[in-house]
């Protein structure tokens, strides 16, 4: 089965989810709660990229107050008349509505605006890589599935053979050529195999609740998995590391260089000189049933140019830009960063994958000589021509095969699978 690259299959009931590996990249990726969560932060910083938030849009206020009053009053006039009253009533409303436009102030508006751009592009990279994340752990997992399932497979064949081998020795005992010390081996050779293959088939059923969790489908969901492990055997390190620059982390942390950048033109433009247009429109309305003025209503529209100059601040704005500075030099420092340990991470990942890949052929040659010894060697037993340790040798060795090349072809996928990840080839 190994060395064919015939399907891993594992029995389950009828009605089982059958899946493959593109269909449950497809449910991962709609599924995915990180994922929604990153699409979630690509929505807001969607709508905060605007220039209403980066205050470059006119500002429109209206206001509006009404006071009752109940006021004793007392005059003295120069005339020698005067008014004395207690409890006259008295009335204040206003109402206004204000327009203000910023002309300049350092060019912040500007700086504000490419950074609220910058945080949209670098949410969408994030989405990107937990994408590229998403789809790494389902391929990691599903491919391990079809790794344990060929475990089983490997012991079944074994349990065939010991089933064999204790066939032969009951025959043997039949016919009083063989003694019950081999017939006990015999079946404690098989009660053994039985037993590992119980095991199996609970790592099988963990690792398929894994796959499944990755999936937000109900882990105790019955599953069917027929597949085989192909590797893409065209990867070169060179590619590799001249795309590790296409990376969607790498790439963030170059809009996060940009952000700091940018944060420091902002603080930069705080030194500066602010220029406002303001318009407005007021009605006020004063009465009073006592006193000298009974009523006065003034209805005015209003126009001028605000100016606000800093001058001194305690040195605050120059501290907050020499904190930007080093926050943008710690940005650059953060990618250097990454670069070297994804590129030593793929340096890592390709020597697995090429070793893996070395001894690919060789274990499935090993494989197949191990089961044509194994068949060879019952031939033999049948005809009491090798021992029953012949056989369990020859057992040994090819469970001990089919192991490593299984884990070979894992192992190889597995690199794979992160190079591409690391590269931002997987989809």
Do not use: H, W
């Not at 064919?4 to 990726?29: F, M, N, R, V, Y």
């Not at 969607?46 to 009053?69: D, F, K, R, W």
């Not at 499935?364 to 089961?371: E, I, R, T």
């Amino acid at each position: 089965m190994l060395m064919t690259g015939a399907p891993a299959i594992c029995q389950q009931s009828a009605d089982s989810l059958k899946i493959t590996l593109d269909e449950a990249i497809s449910i991962a990726l709609k599924n995915s709660l990180e994922i929604q969560i990153a699409k979630n932060d690509v929505e807001a910083n969607t709508i905060l990229n605007n220039y209403g938030v980066a205050g470059g849009l006119p500002l429109i206020a209206a206001t509006a107050s009404n006071t009752e009053q109940i006021q004793n009053i007392t005059q003295e006039l120069q005339t020698g008349g005067g008014t004395s009253r207690r409890g006259a009533e008295g009335n204040n409303t206003q109402a206004g509505v204000t327009a203000s436009i910023l002309l300049y102030n350092g060019k912040r508006v500007v700086a504000t605006k490419k950074r609220l751009a910058e945080l949209q592009y670098q949410s969408s990279e994030i989405l990107n890589s937990q994408i590229q994340n998403t789809i790494a752990a389902v391929m990691t997992s599903y491919y391990d599935v079809v790794r344990q399932i060929g475990y089983i497979n490997t012991v079944q064949f074994s349990i065939d053979a010991s089933k064999k081998r204790l066939e032969i020795i009951q025959v043997r005992q039949a016919a009083g050529m063989a003694n019950n010390a081999d017939l006990f081996q015999a079946q404690i050779d098989l009660n053994t195999l039985t037993q590992t293959l119980i095991n199996q088939q609970l790592a099988v059923d963990v690792a398929k609740s894994e796959f499944l969790r990755l999936l937000a489908l109900d882990p105790k969901s019955p599953l069917s998995i027929k597949d085989t492990i192909l590797v893409d055997q065209g990867l070169q390190i060179e590619n590799v590391l001249d795309k590790i620059s296409v990376n969607a982390d790498i790439k963030a942390a170059d809009n996060q260089i940009r952000i700091a950048e940018l944060i420091v033109r902002e603080t930069a433009a705080l030194r500066y000189p602010t220029v406002r247009f303001n318009l407005g429109y007021n009605f006020v309305r004063n009465q009073s049933t006592a006193g000298f003025t009974l009523l006065n209503r003034v209805t005015a529209p209003s126009a001028g140019i605000t100016l606000a100059v800093p001058i001194y601040n305690g040195s605050t704005f120059k501290r907050q830009q020499q904190v930007a500075e080093i926050n943008t030099s710690t940005a650059k420092t953060q990618k250097q960063v990454l670069i070297r340990d994804y590129s030593a991470q793929a340096v890592k990942m390709f020597q697995t994958y090429r070793r893996s890949l070395e001894q690919l052929e060789t274990q499935k040659a090993n494989y197949k000589l191990s089961q044509q010894l194994l068949d060879l060697t019952l031939q033999r037993f049948q005809l009491i021509q090798a021992t029953i340790i012949d056989v369990r040798e020859a057992q040994r060795s090819f469970e001990e095969a089919g192991y490593r090349l299984i884990n070979l072809n894992y192992a190889a996928k597995s690199s794979e699978i992160e190079l591409k990840r690391l590269t931002n080839t997987l989809m």
